[in-house]
């Protein structure tokens, strides 16, 4: 079997770095061997040949290459051997004409052609920048060369060239040294600081233009000093320069669709924004200390003092520039976001969000009105077989076909929404006759739709609730609305039960119906919240575990601990009972057993691991982060299982921070100030205002399952899901997504830089015995090929409950 494209790189630049090695202690041992003439050849021969073999090594790169990095391999290849043609120059002069080189000469014109090239080829090589990063960062680079330069002849250069009567452009091109490699040096350590995953070749090239860079400023030192001679120390930067920039060039792989996606810029540091300043204060120091000494300012001086206020007004220019438009930015991503918040990004219909906040205003109409309110549930019949055998496009386009007729069949004034999957939800009110609007949608979905060059048919079942005036007025707007989509739910589950393809209406006979349309006949069942708060009280209510895994080493990073009810042999959604437990003022008590049992099994976990990294994260209602209490109680709960506080998140939903108590903010402090982490769930659902979102002392967000359904396959959620982990980036929040059902979706996930990940197709949801196997073996529980690294890395934690669905079972 042939081994894959690529697969010998590795090795490859282990033989590499064994040869440079090699050499290296080769010329060594000759530089101390040989002297006088014999050591200078060998010395400026070995110069070359490291310079042309560099060179040689940066072609072979930009073979295996493709776009951007082919064109930054090439002109790092012609960098090597601009330099190589001057160190030609200077080897004939001085050892086949047998003459001293003059300074400056042709030689120079090559030596200084490796910085101009190499910046080139790194701003290729480096990962793209938004906006007004690159230039900003190259009058940054520009900033540092022009102070270095000046430093450089205020301190040395200008004494020895009046000493030596160098003429102008003796002074041009010895000042041009330190400024060209200061520039490229301050570029190569800007992209370094400012990209998120720096490659080995990147960390390689950089220390190699560190080499060049002290070389260039020695060499430039001692030849206006007259004492440079072959084989000196100064040989050593370039010797080693050349070397490593070979061995990064053979870390390229041959495979272009392996090739790794450049990973985008982290946000820029305090430290890197500084870095500029530094030797422009120096410069400015210095230059002050000489005026004041009553030494006059030359030329030289004067030119290097305008080109760095002209450089600074500029960078000063582009800073406001980019501020003005990150705000814009910023402000149109609001809108966008509170579009797509409310709104199901492949239909464009109302979402369940959108849909809950105007049946609840309905509600509230309503009392006053004395009108009835109805919702119409419908399930479609048919659309998994369509999406088995067409695949995932063709069921999106059909659920978009699907939309459009639904919306042509109703009234503008009501709502018409996409719940999830083939779930669709329609709010009448006004008067309307809700049954008639139901059939009126079922006649619409009768004729075919034509899908992909294909003739597709589907029904629906739908079922209608209807809140007559003044039903159920006790209750909170909230909690009439779950109860009475609950109630469409079950007649439409009647509908399934009995044939599909039909509408039936909840009526006093399905109050006791489940969702398979089965009736419990043996007794009535008590209310919702009453049932929940007895199943609290015997301990019906378990804990389960959802993994969040890290999408680059696969292994398990936090638990989601999340509460399961079975009543009466059925499992109750939370969808349902967490609406109930909200109204019966229970959510304290729930959130306090969620935390005891996901407490009780993080000790046992923490007894069998190495490690105190493993974190869980537990839901708390709102109302709770008023409650000064809580930092206490949480406190408590840690101690009694010897559980770090930074190993504990608490999240709350993005709503809450437009709805939280007024001495909210306060508990939180409190709570972080314990160590305890605050997440914010459903983030770009609830439209916190950045403001209000500042702050909130939280430290992750989870990206809500909305804004990561389409990304593998549709480009306007791609850029909302950017724009989304940007402003997180540049809140300096952690980031989860939610909801992660593909591996497209993982991998485009990971490429933006996501921070970890959750959902069905990473890890479903188990108790805490199941997961203890794969917990305790602490390895990746992703296979190789879904977190992009080598396929020979075959081992994964024990058990099957982590098999992504599209792995055989």
């Not at 589907?458 to 609730?465: D, F, K, L």
């Amino acid at each position: 079997m042939s081994a894959p494209p690529g697969a010998g790189r590795p090795h490859g630049a282990t033989a590499a770095a064994v040869a440079a090695a090699a050499l290296l202690v080769l010329l060594g041992v000759l530089d101390a061997v040989l002297d006088g003439t014999a050591g200078q050849l060998v010395g400026n021969l070995g110069l070359l040949l490291l310079a042309v073999g560099g060179g040689m090594g940066g072609l072979t790169a930009a073979r295996r290459s493709c776009g951007r990095a082919r064109r930054g391999w090439a002109a790092l290849t012609a960098a090597c051997w601009s330099w190589a043609a001057g160190q030609v120059v200077w080897t004939v002069n001085e050892d086949l004409l047998g003459s001293t080189t003059p300074f400056p000469s042709v030689a120079d014109l090559g030596y200084l052609g490796f910085p101009v090239a190499a910046l080139a080829g790194l701003a290729f090589l480096s990962p793209q920048d938004s906006g007004l990063a690159a230039p900003r960062r190259v009058l940054d680079a520009l900033l540092v060369g022009s102070a270095f330069g000046l430093l450089a002849w205020v301190t040395v250069l200008e004494s020895v060239i009046g000493t030596s009567d160098g003429s102008l452009l003796t002074a041009t091109v010895s000042v041009a040294y330190p400024v060209a490699d200061a520039v490229l040096l301050t570029v190569t350590v800007l992209t370094l600081t400012q990209t998120r995953d720096v490659l080995p070749r990147f960390a390689l090239l950089g220390v190699a233009v560190l080499g060049v860079a002290a070389a260039d400023a020695g060499f430039a030192y001692q030849v206006a000093m007259g004492t440079y001679a072959a084989g000196s120390l100064v040989d050593w930067g370039w010797r080693i320069g050349f070397c490593l920039i070979g061995i990064a060039a053979t870390l390229v792989r041959g495979d272009r669709a392996a090739q790794a996606d450049p990973a985008p810029a982290a946000a820029e540091s305090a430290r890197a924004s500084a870095l500029p300043y530094v030797p422009l204060a120096a410069a400015a120091v210095l230059l002050a200390v000489e005026a004041v000494s009553g030494a006059g300012l030359d030329a030289v001086e004067v030119s290097g003092i305008a080109a760095l206020v002209l450089l600074v007004l500029a960078r000063q220019y582009l800073t406001v520039r980019e501020n003005q438009e990150l705000t814009r930015a910023i402000q149109q991503r609001e809108v966008e976001l509170h579009h797509l918040a409310f709104h199901d990004p492949l239909t464009g219909l109302a979402n369940r969000a959108l849909f809950l906040d105007r049946l609840e205003h309905a509600l509230d109409r309503a009392e006053r009105t004395r009108q009835p309110v109805s919702v119409a549930f419908i399930d479609l019949d048919g659309f998994k077989a369509v999406n088995d055998t067409l695949g995932h496009a063709a069921g999106d386009a059909l659920l978009v076909g699907v939309a459009g007729r639904l919306r042509g069949a109703l009234r503008s004034a009501d709502t018409l929404a996409r719940l999830g999957g083939d779930e669709f939800a329609v709010l009448v009110e006004q008067g309307d006759d809700a049954t008639a609007a139901a059939r009126r949608l079922l006649d619409t979905l009768r004729e075919p739709f034509h899908v992909h060059g294909r003739s597709v048919t589907v029904m629906a079942s739908i079922g209608v609730a209807t809140v007559e005036a003044g039903e159920d007025s006790g209750a909170d707007a909230a909690t009439r609305a779950a109860t009475l989509v609950h109630r469409a739910d079950v007649a439409m589950y009647t509908v399934k039960a009995s044939g599909k393809g039909d509408v039936a209406a909840h009526g006093a006979v399905l109050d006791g119906a489940d969702r398979n349309g089965r009736h419990a006949g043996r007794r009535p069942r008590k209310p919702l919240p009453e049932a929940f708060a007895d199943a609290l009280r015997r301990g019906d209510v378990q804990a389960i575990y959802q993994p969040v895994v890290d999408p680059v080493s696969g292994r398990i990073a936090a638990m989601e601990v999340l509460a399961r009810w079975t009543y009466e042999g059925e499992p109750v959604p939370p969808s349902t009972f967490i609406p109930a437990c909200a109204q019966a003022g229970l959510s304290g008590q729930l959130t306090a057993l969620m935390l005891e049992q996901g407490c009780a099994q993080l000790g046992l976990w923490n007894a069998g691991l190495p490690h105190r990294r493993l974190r869980i994260a537990v839901n708390v209602d709102p109302t709770e982060f008023g409650d000064s209490g809580l930092p206490d109680r949480v406190a408590s709960v840690l101690r009694r299982y010897g559980i770090s506080p930074g190993q504990l998140a608490l999240e709350m939903t993005e709503t809450a921070v437009n709805n939280r108590p007024a001495n909210a903010v306060d508990v939180m402090h409190r709570l972080r100030e314990l160590g305890v982490r605050i997440a914010l769930d459903d983030f770009g659902t609830g439209y916190s205002t950045l403001a209000r979102l500042a702050r909130t002392p939280v430290d992750t967000v989870k990206i809500d399952r909305f804004f990561v359904a389409q990304i593998d396959h549709d480009e306007q959620q791609r850029w909302f899901l950017r724009g989304l982990l940007d402003l997180a980036r540049h809140l300096g929040l952690r980031t989860v997504a939610e909801g992660v059902e593909r591996a497209g979706q993982l991998h485009e996930l990971r490429r933006q830089g996501c921070d970890l990940v959750q959902g069905h197709f990473v890890a479903r949801p188990a108790t805490g015995a199941q997961l203890t196997p794969a917990v305790l073996a602490d390895l990746p529980i992703l296979a190789p090929h879904l977190r992009g690294m080598r396929a020979s890395d075959k081992r994964l934690a024990a058990g099957r409950w982590f098999r992504p669905v599209s792995e055989p079972g």
